[in-house]
Every structure is written in C-alpha cells, then in structure tokens.
C-alpha cells in the first residue's frame, strides 16, 4: 500500500464543544496515561453519529456515538507542509498490511526498503489500517520506534495512532464511515 497527500473536497463545518463528566480523563492527562481512550460528552453540531472527526489543533480523533458522546484517541497528524482538511471516507480496511514508501517518503528516507511487510516489527502502518477515498492516505497503527510520536505533527498525511487504540477504532467503524479533517 502507498500512502500518500489528500487532497479533500469540502471543508467539514463541524463545531465541537467539550463538557467532560467528573470521572473523565482530561485529554492532556489521556495523552501521557496508558489508557489512551477517553469518553467525553461532545457536542458536533451537523455530525451525524458514527463520523470521525479529527481535530489537528487538538491532536485528537474523535468518534460521534449515537448518544452524541464522543471516543476520543490521540493521533499524530501531518506535519507542516503535509496538512489536509475536509470531508472523506473510509475505502477499505486492513488487517497487518505491507506498506510501500511514496515518493514523498522515499526522497526523505532513501535507505527504506521497496516494500515492508505487514506484521514486520518497523511496519509503519502497525496492526490496523483504514485507507481513506480521493487518495491512498490512511487511519493507522505505528511501530514501537514511531508511538512517541503521538500527540504530535510528525505524518506525511495519514493519521497515526497507537496499535491498540487503531484496533478499537477498527472495531467499531465500517467501510463508508465518514471522516472529517479540521483544522
């Protein structure tokens, strides 16, 4: 798989307001904290439920619930020069899936090999991939070496998570899922 830029069609005009409940992790702490995930009360106006939403200031994902909480992850998202915003979907899914470096990457990291497998400890892609339609850009894992990463602006257009919090989201999302990049 070759992942690379989106180029998105229609800015998402989703607004999110946070009221987090007493017992919940502030997404700061969740961030450093093992558990990673976090249950908010969110309030996305025109979102419908079962959309992702992720938030590039905030370095989260977000996935509307039918109750209109949100699952909050943190995400490593595309680096200065890499960004995209607006509205797509997801195309495929896979599991443990081999990853091709693109000319973007390869030009940067010219000693990667043509192909790594899926499963390979320096898989980039980790466990679970989500490509994404209007171009190879994905939802995915990382590598053990990359998961410091999270939380930051560190990809050449995927949004990066960690294995465990992928496979969650993995599980709970279908082809045809919409995401929404926003700034």
């Not at 409940?21 to 419908?48: G, K, Q, W």
């Not at 899914?93 to 899926?118: Q, S, Y």
């Not at 410091?148 to 899922?177: H, K, P, Q, W």
Request: aromatic residues 6%; glycine residues 8%; hydrophobic residues 40%.
């Amino acid at each position: 798989m070759n992942i690379r830029k989106v180029v998105a069609g229609a800015a998402a005009a989703a607004i999110l307001t946070f009221t987090a409940a007493a017992s919940t992790t502030p997404a700061s702490a969740a961030i450093s904290s093992e558990h990673t995930r976090s249950h908010r009360t969110a309030v996305f106006e025109n979102v419908a439920p079962g959309t992702i939403v992720v938030s590039v200031s905030q370095r989260r994902l977000f996935l509307v619930q039918n109750d209109g909480s949100t699952i909050s992850y943190p995400v490593a998202v595309p680096k200065h020069g890499k960004e995209w915003f607006g509205v797509t979907s997801i195309r495929e899914k896979f599991t443990n899936p081999d990853w091709t470096p693109p000319t973007d990457v390869r030009a940067d990291h010219p000693e990667l090999p043509d192909v790594i497998p899926g499963g390979a400890p320096n898989n980039p892609m980790g466990t679970r991939a989500m490509l994404l339609d209007g171009d190879q850009v994905a939802i995915h894992g990382t590598t053990n070496k990359m998961r410091a990463s999270i939380g930051t602006a560190a990809s050449y257009g995927c949004i990066r998570m960690r294995n465990e919090d992928v496979t969650d989201l993995f599980e709970r999302v279908s082809v045809g899922t919409t995401v929404i990049m926003q700034p």
